[in-house]
């Protein structure tokens, strides 16, 4: 018969037998330049499909049929070469067997666990009684007054608060709140925020990457000057990002204080927390920036992760600013400071009410003018960015500026004692 014919029989294609030709696996007889294939042929193409099933390479199929033509499949020489080869298959198979059984174990394992910590029994938090020496009014800088409270385990979960000055608050399911802040946040031209899933479904992966880098340089710094921090303030506007990654060398006395206004982000975040993680000393306030009511020089670390960008795109004004006030005389200030090359063409493109705040030079001089005197800082990068989130830096060249620093001149912060905390849950009537 003929290749179209016997292709046709076979199932395969005219092409594939013609490599199978090339390569010596078939030798059909040849007249007048036509090929005639004969039953040996079907025999041998049966063989070779067979053998292919079997996880046989080419190669190795044509050392069996180049056996077989040689000395017959009745050989003990056959018989040898083709079990050597059909038990070394097995034995690679059982390898395999045996490890992707392996690896369903831990994926069981893995699986197994994660379903065990929806399941494990949520913690509530409230805001911490210990917290209590942090506040301050916003408006007038003194004492806040706190009643009709709900308290326990040490925290607070329903309160009202008032000051002298007309300013007023309360703390709802354990978060601190400032009714005249609460909003949505939205982007400046007033279109929706994406969720964080949303961001990093956008987001590439050297982005992530670069993001991820300059969070543990951050760490790492911290760590180094302040192992035991009593008091930290994170300002992110994705909210808790930094903290993902920094609360695993969280110390157990520190109580990590995190802020924005759009309160059902925030409510998810803790809940969040609340689910997945065991340390127990939160402060989450739900407030403009400029109305946090914390106490000056009361926070030993303030962690600005690319909140600066993200303030001077709403408020044209510099974070650092409203914040400085509440970091005490030993205090850190760490931050993560995505900017342009001066002068390029990326710079230049930047709308002019944000271009300062994107560049470096800038920044550490509105830093120094605040009297911070720098002890760290690095430069990593550059990525381009092309996510449709990141307006104002998409298809630019950016760097991110890791700076750290402390004040240049000693502030006092004298912390209410025990006593002083004993006496107040005496006296409260929550």
């Known amino acids: 018969m003929r290749i179209g014919e016997f292709a046709s029989k076979l199932n395969i294609t005219q092409d594939a037998v013609r490599h199978y030709m090339d390569l010596g696996l078939l030798i059909p007889q040849k007249n007048g330049g036509q090929y005639f294939f004969e ?28 056996y077989k033509r040689m000395t017959g499949m009745d050989s003990e020489e056959y018989r040898t070469l083709y079990l050597s080869l059909l038990e070394e298959k097995k ?3 059982d390898a395999e067997v045996q490890k992707h059984l392996e690896v369903r174990s831990k994926l069981r394992g893995n699986i197994d666990l994660i379903k065990s910590r929806e399941k494990r029994e949520l913690k509530r938090l409230g805001f911490p009684i210990a917290a209590l020496t ?14 009709d409270g709900t308290i326990e385990k040490n925290m607070i979960f329903e309160a009202s ?57 951050v760490i790492e710094t911290i760590q180094k000057e302040n192992r035991n921090p009593r008091y930290i303030l994170e300002i992110d506007p994705c909210i808790s990002l930094f903290l993902m990654q920094y609360i695993k060398y969280l110390h157990k006395d520190t109580t990590y204080i995190l802020n ?7 409510n998810f975040t803790k809940k969040e927390i609340e689910a997945n993680y065991d340390h127990k000393s939160f402060v989450f306030f739900c407030c403009d920036i400029q109305g946090l ?4 020089n009361s926070l030993d670390i303030i962690v600005d992760f690319l909140m600066t960008k993200a303030y001077a795109q709403s408020e044209q004004e510099f974070v650092i600013h409203q914040v400085f006030p509440l970091l005490q005389k030993s205090g850190l200030l760490a931050g993560v400071y995505p900017y342009f090359k001066p002068r390029s063409e990326n710079a230049l493109s ?20 605040l009297g911070i005197v720098k002890m760290q800082d690095l430069d990593i990068g550059p990525v381009v960015e092309n996510n449709p989130y990141e307006t104002d830096i998409r298809g630019k060249e950016l760097f991110f500026n890791i700076l750290a620093g402390k004040p240049e001149s000693p502030l006092i912060f004298k912390p209410i004692g025990k006593k002083d905390l004993e006496q107040f849950k005496t006296v409260m009537s929550f």
């Open 350 to 369: 930047v709308p002019l009410h944000i271009r300062d705040y994107l560049n470096k030079d800038h920044l550490h001089d509105m830093l120094s003018e």
């Open 260 to 266: 924005n206004s759009d309160l059902e982000k925030l």
């Open 39 to 66: 039953q040996d042929d079907m025999e041998d193409m049966e063989r070779i499909m067979k053998l292919k099933q079997l996880n046989f390479s080419l190669t190795e199929i044509l050392k069996v049929l180049s």
């Open 91 to 93: 034995n690679k198979i």
């Open 134 to 147: 942090l506040l301050a009014c916003p408006q007038c800088r003194s004492p806040l007054h706190i009643s």
């Open 293 to 296: 009511p914390l106490a000056r």
């Open 161 to 217: 608060i008032q000051c002298d000055c007309g300013y007023h608050a309360i703390i709802e399911d354990g978060i601190y709140v400032d009714p005249k802040a609460v909003r949505k946040k939205v982007y400046p031209e007033g279109s929706k925020l994406p969720t964080r899933e949303e961001f990093l479904a956008a987001a590439s992966t050297k982005y992530i990457n670069l993001r991820y880098k300059a969070i543990d340089m």
